[in-house]
């Protein structure tokens, strides 16, 4: 469930910009260093801690998970395949047991088999594990174990191991769940169910052992960690070059090692870099690289307060959906910044349909929306808007005061509150805040719908006390809450997909939950030495596909 902000993600501007390049063949050049850099240090190399982008980039490296994501781009890199597990599960007549049979051939870098219990453990790790013996610094995995029997107790500390998962034998592994899980393979990706050494304290650990191409040879922290290839892999995957370095760099002096050389990628430009680079090098073109992720970003409706409350207010919500100015708000991001989208969910996981303006606010569409807001049961004189005035490029300010001057054309005044960020989303994930509009942005954590409408548009995860760190909407609709359930105990890809994407269309058209702006894009400048580029729509820079020339 990553929130994103626009400084992390790097960002794109017209679908003709927007590409992936395709992984290394095999025939592609072995060996080599391949050097990295960003502006701060890793979180954690810990698999159940870590939960950046970064830290998922090295984890999908270093782990073979019983499911994975293929190293191909959009919309094939978005699939669930087995990778440890011999196949899918094998479903019970209840659908609530799960089997799954496991490979023999995967070795820890250190020799030793990975087996059965070794996913066991990192389950049962996931529920008990703090960081700095912090009781409530617990993984950001717990949030995917509640529908596992016997989860919530080891969260809670009221049991060591968690019933509803175990080994069947040395190469079989059960799971149970409370419900229909239909994307458990899909959760199964996330680096949270990385094999463990059974042994593995319930503390924060710097030596994970690697199962995947490479693994994590050391960690000096605030200065680098490096990568080694991982001598015993016998999967499928590549590893293309022998070692990777992370290291910190600040933006400027980064750009610069990469012209000369000195390094191979920068995780992060400068907000001025884009344009210059690109002027220099060209869009995809070898070495300045643009590719659409997995994220939206939006103005969230807050469903709590009588703006937005009961049905009554559906046409205010799709007057605000009318009468924004998509192009002038991904403009605001800046040069090669993001996609305009009308949708919930990214392109690569959505069925394409015009629902909203995406050309601009026109003399039809401002009469469309003056129409609509007539409707509303409640036509409200003033909104306030939550946003951001720090760690997003400034690009929340501008964005205010856009949506300001769009909502006067409307007759409606906006309020805008400021906030640093995170302080805004815990202000926002506060039930009773006095809010109506909040600026957000959220990437999924896998590869399936759930992984958006389950955390941000369900009411499941709102509490009366102490309100929602996703659902900023508070969007609880009784008839979405079903079909959201619905659909996430339907087993199969293609008809989960297809699922998803339609209760996309549906919603936004019908009963919009926000005003979607934008899918971010992400930007890559690359050394001439480096070869192989593939940016994964999952992970990001997928790190074992790479080369060195």
């Given at each position: 469930m990553r929130r994103v902000l626009l400084s992390v993600v790097a960002l794109a501007s017209g679908a003709a910009l927007l590409t992936t390049a395709a992984p290394a063949d095999p025939g592609q050049k072995k060996g080599g260093t391949l050097r990295i850099a960003r502006i701060r240090d890793l979180d954690s190399v810990d698999p159940a801690l870590a939960y950046s982008i970064h830290e998922r980039m090295i984890h999908f490296a270093t782990c073979a998970q019983l499911y994975t994501n293929p190293d191909k781009p959009a919309p094939e890199g978005l699939t669930v395949i087995p990778e440890v597990a011999l196949g899918f599960p094998t479903v019970s007549k209840d659908r609530r047991t799960q089997t799954i049979e496991l490979k023999r051939t995967y070795r820890f870098h250190t020799g030793q088999p990975v087996g059965a219990a070794n996913f066991v453990a990192a389950f049962n790790r996931v529920a008990a594990v703090n960081r700095d013996a912090d009781p409530q610094y617990r993984s950001p995995g717990t949030g995917y174990l509640h529908e596992i029997v016997g989860a919530d107790a080891v969260i809670d500390g009221k049991a060591q191991t968690i019933?509803?998962?175990?080994?069947?034998?040395?190469?079989?592994?059960?799971?149970?769940?409370?419900?229909?899980?239909?994307?458990?393979?899909?959760?199964?990706?996330?680096?949270?169910?990385?094999?463990?050494?059974?042994?593995?304290?319930?503390?924060?650990?710097?030596?994970?052992?690697?199962?995947?191409?490479?693994?994590?040879?050391?960690?000096?922290?605030?200065?680098?960690?490096?990568?080694?290839?991982?001598?015993?892999?016998?999967?499928?995957?590549?590893?293309?070059?022998?070692?990777?370095?992370?290291?910190?760099?600040?933006?400027?002096?980064?750009?610069?090692?990469?012209?000369?050389?000195?390094?191979?990628?920068?995780?992060?430009?400068?907000?001025?870099?884009?344009?210059?680079?690109?002027?220099?090098?060209?869009?995809?073109?070898?070495?300045?690289?643009?590719?659409?992720?997995?994220?939206?970003?939006?103005?969230?409706?807050?469903?709590?307060?009588?703006?937005?409350?009961?049905?009554?207010?559906?046409?205010?919500?799709?007057?605000?959906?009318?009468?924004?100015?998509?192009?002038?708000?991904?403009?605001?991001?800046?040069?090669?910044?993001?996609?305009?989208?009308?949708?919930?969910?990214?392109?690569?996981?959505?069925?394409?349909?015009?629902?909203?303006?995406?050309?601009?606010?026109?003399?039809?569409?401002?009469?469309?929306?003056?129409?609509l807001l007539a409707k509303a049961k409640l036509k409200p004189k003033t909104l306030v808007l939550y946003a951001g005035n720090t760690g997003n490029l400034g690009i929340d300010p501008i964005w205010a005061q856009i949506f300001q001057f769009n909502m006067k054309r409307l007759g409606i005044d906006v309020d805008v509150r400021f906030f640093p960020h995170p302080a805004q989303y815990d202000k926002a994930g506060t039930r009773g805040e006095p809010f109506d509009v909040v600026i957000d942005g959220f990437a999924a954590d896998y590869?399936?719908?759930?992984?958006?409408?389950?955390?941000?548009?369900?009411?499941?995860?709102?509490?009366?006390?102490?309100?929602?760190?996703?659902?900023?909407?508070?969007?609880?609709?009784?008839?979405?809450?079903?079909?959201?359930?619905?659909?996430?105990?339907?087993?199969?890809?293609?008809?989960?997909?297809?699922?998803?994407?339609?209760?996309?269309?549906?919603?936004?058209?019908?009963?919009?939950?926000?005003?979607?702006?934008?899918?971010?894009?992400?930007?890559?400048?690359?050394?001439?030495?480096?070869g192989c580029y593939f940016f994964h729509p999952v992970v990001w820079l997928d790190l074992a596909a790479v080369c060195k020339k």
């Open positions: 019933a509803g998962v175990r080994a069947l034998g040395p190469y079989a592994l059960q799971i149970r769940t409370t419900k229909p899980l239909g994307d458990l393979a899909a959760r199964l990706t996330m680096p949270f169910f990385c094999p463990i050494a059974t042994n593995t304290p319930a503390t924060e650990i710097e030596d994970p052992l690697g199962s995947g191409p490479y693994y994590v040879a050391s960690r000096v922290r605030n200065r680098q960690v490096v990568l080694e290839r991982n001598r015993f892999y016998r999967g499928s995957r590549p590893a293309n070059v022998e070692r990777i370095v992370w290291t910190i760099s600040a933006p400027d002096a980064c750009r610069a090692a990469v012209e000369q050389d000195e390094l191979d990628y920068c995780t992060f430009l400068a907000p001025t870099a884009a344009q210059e680079i690109a002027a220099e090098y060209g869009v995809n073109k070898g070495r300045f690289f643009v590719s659409r992720d997995l994220s939206t970003n939006f103005f969230a409706f807050n469903h709590d307060r009588p703006a937005f409350r009961g049905s009554g207010q559906i046409p205010l919500k799709q007057a605000i959906n009318w009468a924004i100015d998509r192009p002038a708000l991904v403009r605001a991001a800046g040069y090669l910044s993001g996609k305009r989208t009308d949708q919930i969910l990214p392109p690569a996981m959505a069925r394409g349909a015009s629902i909203y303006p995406l050309g601009g606010v026109t003399g039809r569409s401002l009469a469309k929306a003056r129409a590869a399936d719908g759930s992984g958006f409408f389950g955390p941000l548009l369900s009411g499941a995860g709102i509490t009366a006390a102490t309100g929602s760190t996703t659902n900023l909407a508070y969007f609880d609709r009784p008839r979405y809450n079903r079909e959201i359930e619905r659909i996430n105990g339907l087993f199969g890809q293609a008809r989960r997909r297809a699922a998803w994407a339609q209760l996309d269309v549906d919603m936004i058209r019908n009963d919009p939950p926000w005003a979607p702006i934008m899918n971010a894009a992400h930007r890559d400048f690359i050394s001439e030495s480096f």
